[in-house]
């Protein structure tokens, strides 16, 4: 059985929050960092003269949904257990996501 005399006390623990916050962009900007570019636009070359990083072209990316925006909203509203239904649904997904990217929509088929 210890002893009163070879009990030690056990220190307390103390929490630190090891998250960084990020200051607003004005602030970063009025402190003097700047904010990075995330393109590559200079081509760096190995000793052979071949490209170590290549950046990918600018793509174009076009959706055509197979009908149009009203019939699509229709029948997404149709029963849960139609297959038509979740596929209106999942186009007017890819609809609102190529919006949201600025891709290019094309009208319906049909």
């Known amino acids: 059985m210890p002893t ?11 929490e630190v929050n090891t998250e960084a916050e990020m200051p607003a962009t ?18 760096i070359k190995n000793d052979k003269g071949q490209p ?3 950046t990918p072209p600018t ?9 149009d925006d009203t019939t699509l909203t229709k029948q997404s ?3 849960v257990t139609s297959s038509l239904t979740w596929l209106s649904a999942f ?6 996501k ?3 990217f600025g891709w290019q929509v094309v009208g319906g088929n049909k």
């Open 59 to 67: 793509q174009v990316i076009t959706v055509q949904p197979p009908y």
């Open 91 to 96: 186009w007017i997904r890819v609809i609102k």
């Open 77 to 79: 509203k149709g029963s």
């Open 26 to 43: 004005e602030e970063l900007h009025s402190s003097g960092a700047q904010i990075v570019q995330k393109n590559f636009t200079a081509q």
């Open 52 to 54: 170590v990083i290549q």
């Open 4 to 14: 009163p005399e070879t009990i030690q006390e056990v220190p307390q623990i103390k």
């Open 98 to 100: 190529a919006i949201y």
